[in-house]
């Protein structure tokens, strides 16, 4: 996603974390609010002409709000409206951005809704708990990925079979919305940046480390303290494991991958002998 999609996300951000208020009574408002995101977002990757009708840089903004009124006003929160009229006031580089759009935004409101009910460090632990899962079993990430049989919200059944009786119902929603809807790969990558998303509300820098083992306490205090050395505060650490690495971890945070696995060494050394 471009500079100007990435600030038209950035500004409804900021209208959900403004009208989700942590003084709210309404335990599901931000969940209803989520829900009625992806639901646009559902209709918008269903219809592109209803995503380049609403995101047409040639069009005027008051005449892009008046569109989205008369297509949502009736069915969703003026919350949800609201956070509608931020988006389609923005600029997008592609039309098609303003999925990827109302899916984070989304995203962002079931996080701020956890933290407003003193939520956010159940999603942290149950996000790590599902990425280790994940990671430990590549026929269920299979299966819940594109390459899964049947549709998206059979694959986000399968989710909520096998996770719904053990995780929260913000962590559920996140990973019935991401499941089915990635291509292969992509699901690991997702929910690590939301769990940093979700790190981020609480002031702190999330850094994933996958090792190929458990590490003992001197091997954790000498990567904490490496850690906090190369980015410069302390950061946070999500611990999983991956036998596959054969040894030594692979470290992400952002964009920033650090990849010191045995497995990976010998791989660039298999293509370096075949060249």
Do not use: C
């Amino acid at each position: 996603m471009r500079r100007s999609s990435r600030m038209s996300v950035d500004a409804a951000q900021s209208v959900v974390s403004r009208i989700l208020s942590p003084t709210s009574s309404e335990t599901d408002q931000g969940l209803r609010v989520a829900e009625e995101l992806f639901a646009i977002a559902d209709m918008v990757r269903d219809d592109s002409r209803l995503g380049r009708s609403l995101t047409d840089p040639a069009r005027a903004r008051e005449d892009k709000v008046r569109l989205a009124d008369d297509l949502f006003a009736a069915a969703v929160t003026s919350q949800t409206l609201e956070v509608i009229h931020t988006l389609v006031e923005g600029e997008w580089s592609s039309s098609s951005d303003i999925i990827e759009g109302l899916e984070q935004v989304g995203i962002h409101a079931l996080l701020r809704d956890a933290k407003s009910h003193d939520g956010l460090d159940r999603v942290l632990s149950e996000l790590s708990d599902i990425h280790q899962v994940l990671l430990s079993n590549r026929e269920l990430r299979t299966q819940l990925s594109v390459l899964g049989r049947g549709s998206s919200d059979d694959r986000a059944a399968l989710a909520e079979k096998i996770f719904g009786p053990h995780v929260s119902a913000w962590t559920l929603r996140i990973v019935r919305r991401q499941v089915g809807r990635l291509n292969k790969g992509q699901l690991m990558s997702h929910l690590r940046h939301i769990a940093q998303d979700a790190a981020s509300l609480k002031d702190e820098n999330l850094v994933s480390v996958i090792s190929a083992g458990p590490l003992t306490d001197t091997q954790m205090h000498r990567l904490q303290t490496m850690l906090n050395e190369k980015l410069g505060e302390t950061v946070s650490i999500d611990m999983t494991y991956d036998p596959s690495l054969i040894g030594g971890f692979r470290i992400i945070s952002g964009d920033l991958v650090i990849d010191s696995s045995i497995a990976t060494r010998l791989r660039q050394l298999h293509q370096s002998l075949a060249h």
